[in-house]
């Protein structure tokens, strides 16, 4: 199972964030911002978002209801001090499907996850995408073009998948960095220019060669 938290408090994120990946052994990113946890939860198929109600830029209930409009099927949880009925209502008219009111028992929040989680609201991903003459088959990991093998390291076929999933977004070298190698690893930005200049030699024999366009000064994107 894989969450994205987004909470702006340092402790309880750290705290919340530990005691997740120890209770649970699920891979838990930790955003602090509403803009940031839609750019997360955009870019990568999360099981459950846990969205706290008061954040910058952009607060939970507004952040719920960009992801909703789209596009997001996963489970999106409430996490908040407001416990008034008319709050729960808008939280939940937002799009959340549970709401968990602050302070909360660890043991609780965990419950709650689980019976998201069986509820499967996460969308399974095709396993073969195409775009134009490209094919990108998820299961062997093959990439095609006209019918023609083109020949992926697992680092490019990553980024080109990632960038697939999201046709028409801008992706910032950041967030390629973490959803491919992670915000910890020890690896260089301009790497990630490397990799894509590669892609695109591999594919310079083909109508997809100027499928992966550059943003200037913030990152990549593969227009829809």
Known sequence: MKLLLA??????????????KKKTGCSVDWVQTGNDAFDYAAASSYDVVILDWMMPEGDGRDTCARLRQAGYRGAILMLTAKDGLRDRVEGLDAGADD?????????????????????????????????????LQRTNQMVRQSGQDIQLSPREFQILDLL????????????ILDKVWGLDADVNLKSIDAIIKLIRKKLESSDARELIQSVRGVGYKIEA
């Not at 998201?116 to 396993?127: E, G, N, T, Y």
């Open 7 to 20: 909470e702006d408090d340092v402790k309880l994120g750290e705290l919340t964030t530990y005691m997740l």
């Open 99 to 135: 709401y968990l009111v602050k302070p909360f028992e660890m043991d609780e929040l965990l419950a709650r996850l689980r019976a998201l989680m069986r509820r499967s609201f996460a969308p399974l991903q095709d396993d073969i995408v195409r775009m134009g003459e490209l094919e």
């Open 164 to 175: 697939l999933q999201n046709k028409g977004r801008t992706l910032t070298r950041e967030v």
